[in-house]
Every structure is written in C-alpha cells, then in structure tokens.
C-alpha cells in the first residue's frame, strides 16, 4: 500500500465530522482510529487527504498499514501511531461503573455550586466580626464597581479604552480561527472559554461607555452645584445623600464605610461573575494546555501556529490587566459559576457523544478507559487551584493599594 485509493478516501469522506494531529493507521483499508488530536483546532480530515501527494510513506507492521503524512497548508506536523477510537453511541459504552461514577462526580459538582449560590448571592444582609464592626455580605455589589478603577488618580476612561482594545482583538482572533477551521472548533473548551471573555468585555466596554457619560454628567453637575454656592456666598458642606449615586472610582476595599451606596444592576452583577468565571476557565484552559496538553500529548515536531499560541495565551494576557486596573470584588464563592461553566460543557459533550460517535476533544474525558473516573476527579479538583491564581492576585493587589493610601 504506496498510496491512497479510492476507498480509504471515501471513507475518510465519511469521517469528515472527525479530526485528527497526529495522524491515523489503516488496517485492510478501514480507519479504526486516532492517536493524537489538538486541543486548540478542528480541521475536517478529508482536508488532510485532499491536500496529500499521490505517494505517502507507509510503515507495514503485519496486516495493520501505518500512514505518515504531513498537512500542506503548514498547520501541523503530523506523526502516525495507532488508538481505538470506540463507538460512543453504543449502550454498553454508558451503561457501566465508569460513567456512573463519573456521572456522580458532575452531579456533586453541579448540587455544592448551585447551594453556595443560593446561600450567598444577592445576600445584602451584614455580619458582625470578631472585632464588633459590621461586615459586608459575601455577595454584595455596589454601583459603579463596573466601571470604576482601582485608583483615584486614573479616570475611567482609561479602563474604557483598554476594554475596547481587549473586545475588538479578542473578537478578530474568535472569527479568524472560526472562519478558518469552521464551526466545529466550538467543540472545544478553549473556544468555549475565549468566547466568554470575549463577551465579558463586550459588556465591559459597553458598561465602562455609560459610566463614563455618568461621571462626566455628574463632575458637570457638581461644578454647577459649586458655582450656585459661591453666588450665594454660602460654604455648606454637602450632604452624604446627595453623592449616593455616584460611581465611586477610588479604591472600595474598605468593608466598612461603604453603607448607603446604591446596589449595583443586574448588569453590573450579571459583569460581576462573569468576571469570576472567566478568570478560573482561563486560568484552566491556558494551564491544561501548556502544562499538560502541549508537552505530554503532542508530536514531538509540532510546530505551534499563531493562533494556538494566542488562544491560549492572549486572553489571559487581557483578564490580567482587566484585573489590575477595575474595581470588581473577588468573593472565592462564586468559583460555583466557574464549576458550573465547566460542567455544562462536559453536560453537551456528553449528550454529543450519546447521538453521534467521535472522537473525545480531550483525552481525560474519555470514558472508555478504567482511568475516567481518576481523570474527572482530578480536573474537579484543578479548579481550585486555577480559580485561586486569581484570587491570590486580588489578594495581592488589595494589600498593595492599601499600602498606598496609607502612605
């Protein structure tokens, strides 16, 4: 076997909704499976053969055929090697120990966020501390958090203008990759996550636009109002009333001096954990990959390309600097949305799986092998680690601005 015939090539016609990196073996002319996948990009496989020359180098290994090719268009280097790929529509390949137990894993996973929600959000009722002073609730928000920056001295729009730089990029580097590997990438958590942070600050922008024309309304307001008193020659100190709705741009740790500010909207919540859920699935998706995906599960001659490397890097570049710059809170409860975006995903990659038979988009979920259960496990619990990335870094910035004003 020199070269493909017609029917390893109409077959492979008929796996085009599968993808491969690392190439594929035949055995008697039938594809049985997949080594190796990427995590970041989907290209049909009938791309691979119809770019391919005539002659393909071959490797015989008794009656199993091994293919070694490399894609044209210079996205891959691609080995071979041999994987069974099993029928994911079959009953037996669900109803067994493996998948209940995984199954039992989500549903925990799903059940402790959905009671840390319910106990905690939207809570406005206070505390009292060890020390006597009230504390704020877990989950309370205030207006002008949205578009505030963590500092006095910088004016909110500067924080517009690097949402508007953070959306618009994020935003060209989602429709490229989309419009060059189709739809189908969004199987994947990578495009799943960089979506959501796209949107984020898509709202974020549209956010810090209608704080900006608040706080130039309201510095216009106040000037008037000042100007009205040195007529009148009076030197009355406003009221605290009178500055209630106005966004607050300065530092907002202080737990205890914020009573009497206006809650923030839905929007401004809805941004809130947003915010939260972005920081764990990127702090997730980029570690996974450079950590565990990128030197364990690719060929040794993988040639990283330009948008593999951005997606995985690039959105994480902007949360961070997002996170310097605002003036959200971190409550370390809301890692329940963080855990309920990740089971959604595994939820349709399962209900995927269940009507249509392909290849997993990660090896660790997989459910075939006696491992699963271990695997599912073990990612559960990397998203604590990956959600206290950021919630250290806020930790530190807070002790950071508090050394300022103190100074």
Known sequence: MSEFDGQATELCIDYRFLTCRTG???????????????????????????????????????????????????????????????DTTAPSYWLNWRFLLCATWILIAMAGPALLIWRYEGNKNSKKGTSGET?????????????????????PIWL??????????????????SIIHSAGIFIYYTQWTFTLVTVYFGLATLLSLYGCLHHCHEVIHDKNRSVGTEERGSCVAPKLEEYADVPSTTISLNQ???????????????????????????ALTDSVFWLVLYPFFTAKDFRLGFLVVCMHSVNAVFLLGETILNSLRFPFFRIAYFLLWTCVFVVFQWTLHAFVSMRWPYPFLELSSPYAPLWYLSVGLLHLPCFGIFALIFKIKKLLLIKMMTK
């Open 256 to 282: 205890y001096d914020e009573s009497g500010r206006q809650t923030a909207s839905l929007w401004e919540y809805t941004l809130q954990i947003m915010f939260q859920m972005c920081a764990g699935a990127v």
């Open 135 to 155: 504390q704020e609730a877990a989950g309370c928000s205030y207006k002008g958090e949205a578009w505030g920056t963590c500092l006095k001295i910088i004016h």
């Open 24 to 86: 594929c073996f035949v055995k008697k002319g039938a594809i049985l499976g997949w080594m190796m996948w990427d995590p970041a990009q989907v290209v049909p496989i009938f791309s691979f053969f119809s770019s391919l020359e005539s002659s393909v180098p071959v490797h015989e290994t008794g009656d199993t055929s091994y293919v070694q090719f490399q894609e044209n268009r210079g996205f891959y280097n691609l080995a071979w090697g041999p994987v069974m790929t099993p």
């Open 160 to 177: 517009l203008g690097y949402r508007i730089v953070a959306f618009c990029t994020m935003l060209a580097l989602l429709l490229a990759d």
